[in-house]
Nanobody, 122 residues
Framework: QVQLVESGGGSAQAGGSLRLSCVASGTIFSINRFGWYRQVPGKQRELVAA???????DVVGSVKGRFTISRDNAKNTVNLQMNSLKPEDTAVYYC????????????????WGQGTQVTVSS
């Protein structure tokens, strides 16, 4: 079993900054993809940004140039630095990981954090 524990989030004014962090713990051989989704009521959860195990990143167009994702493989952490925040960034942000749990296994498992609220006021 793998647990994802998020920290950070909260409230900010438009143009401000917030930082989200997520630590993964449990039975982990490798975290193949590690990142953040967000969801607003009535809408589907959308990928914000993710880092692949090789270091490449996926970043949704609406946050490019404003949000930066980084990971620390030694600490099993992923961070999301959010700058130049906009009211439309308001959402619940979920940490997300695709994990291989054993060296001799190829099956990947998907895990989610509990979610953290980010509210941006104009």
């Amino acid at each position: 079993q793998v647990q994802l524990v998020e920290s950070g989030g909260g409230s900010a004014q438009a143009g401000g900054s917030l930082r989200l962090s997520c630590v993964a713990s449990g039975t982990i051989f490798s975290i193949n993809r590690f990142g953040w989704y967000r969801q607003v009521p009535g809408k589907q959860r959308e990928l914000v940004a993710a880092v692949h195990s090789g270091g490449s990143t996926d970043v949704v167009g609406s946050v490019k140039g404003r949000f930066t994702i980084s990971r620390d493989n030694a600490k099993n952490t992923v961070n999301l630095q959010m700058n130049s925040l906009k009211p439309e960034d308001t959402a619940v942000y979920y940490c997300w990981a695709i994990v291989t749990v054993r060296r001799d296994a190829t099956t990947e498992f998907q895990y989610w954090g509990q979610g953290t609220q980010v509210t941006v006021s104009s």
